[in-house]
């Protein structure tokens, strides 16, 4: 992480510097404070509260973007988390610095103190996309307010610990491999207007929607692997759209997607590199090798066999590179000799 620590005396100078070398990062003065905002992840101030807040308070953008902000006291006793306290994981390094400096992490965020399960730490922690941010705080204030709040998922989940209170919060879990059942539980509670949380790699929102319904919280997993391979110089516009076309039929966005798979002897087609390129993911080569220890399991593809001894190039790359992952789609053949095949990574969400 990058910190930044904002000082004007020298008895906060001489505090930053003991933070400086156990975290790294550097001094700022007022004057270089709204740079600093825009560029670190975390900003710590050691000058007093009044004049923080009102330093603070013309250039505070969002919650969803600001870096974590902390304030240390003058005599270094006390360090408060201010802003982004779980989603910049502010809280977590008021108790590192506290630590540091022999003093106490004063963590004043109502989920930390009440054991309540936290949906924007939940992401953090499990590297989630947080696609609509206007119903993150209506959910979790209903959490506070003591309401039910229903968690529909086709993920794995566990309990990080035992202490969370998970009374209000009810668990539906669908089968990962029909995304027809998680898209009519999202339409029922946008129907009906009930709050729910939907942990997916799917896509659920429908195309004639300008927006997420504010009732329905959307956390996605970044773990879809799609395998591929066409024939040489394939127009990658084309692999492009064939790509697009089989997403478009799984319901999986483009941000759900981690990674592309291909077999040794396509790693290099231009059409796969600059598709790889597109869609911002690597292109994972697996050897042809590999590929025949698992062909057996999937359908043949003629035209790939004689090259890489590999019945089904797209459907081998897909599920090696996912970790033996699960098969969600196997092949999707299209004109032009390009085949796709759709893997989801076994992971399991930490609550």
């Not at 949380?197 to 996605?220: G, H």
């Not at 064939?242 to 039929?249: D, F, G, K, N, S």
């Not at 290099?268 to 993911?281: H, I, M, N, S, Y």
């Amino acid at each position: 992480m990058r910190f930044a620590y904002v000082v004007i005396h020298a008895e906060g100078r001489q505090i930053a510097e003991r933070l400086l070398a156990k975290f790294g990062g550097g001094i700022v003065t007022v004057a270089g404070l709204r740079e600093a905002y825009a560029s670190v992840d975390a900003l710590v101030f050691l000058i007093p509260a009044q004049l923080t807040i009102r330093l603070l308070a013309p250039i505070i953008e969002s919650r969803v973007f600001d870096p974590a902000v902390l304030l240390v006291d003058p005599t270094g006793r006390f360090v408060v988390p201010l802003l982004a306290g779980q989603q910049g994981d502010a809280d977590r390094i008021a108790e590192a610095m506290a630590a540091e400096l022999k003093g106490f992490a004063v963590v004043t965020t109502s989920t930390e103190n009440t054991d309540m399960i936290s949906f924007e730490e939940m992401a953090l922690r499990n590297q989630l996309t947080v696609e609509n941010h206007r119903a993150l705080k209506h959910i979790q204030t209903l959490l506070q307010q003591g309401a039910s709040v229903e968690l529909h998922t086709d993920h794995d989940i566990e309990w990080e610990t035992t202490d969370l209170n998970s009374s209000g919060l009810r668990v539906l879990q669908y089968d990962a491999e029909d995304a027809r059942m998680i898209r009519r539980g999202w339409q029922m509670c946008a129907r009906e207007e009930v709050p729910a949380v939907f942990l997916t790699s799917r896509e659920l929102k429908d195309e004639s929607d300008d927006r997420y319904p504010d009732n329905l919280l959307l956390l996605r997993p970044r773990d879809i692997v799609l395998g591929i391979s066409c024939r040489s110089r394939s127009n990658p516009d084309y692999v492009y759209q064939t790509v697009r076309e089989t997403l478009e039929r799984q319901s999986i966005p483009e941000s759900a997607i981690r990674l592309l798979a291909t077999g040794s002897i396509k790693a290099a087609e231009p059409a796969l590199t600059g598709l790889a390129e597109r869609l911002g993911v690597q292109l994972i080569e697996v050897p042809a090798a590999d590929l025949r220890k698992v062909d057996f399991l999937f359908m043949q593809a003629p035209f790939t066999q004689h090259a890489t001894k590999s019945e089904n190039v797209a459907a081998s790359s897909a599920y090696i590179a996912s970790g033996r992952g699960r098969m969600l789609l196997v092949r999707a053949s299209h004109p032009g000799g390009v085949t796709v095949a759709v893997a989801q990574e076994r992971v399991r969400i930490r609550l």
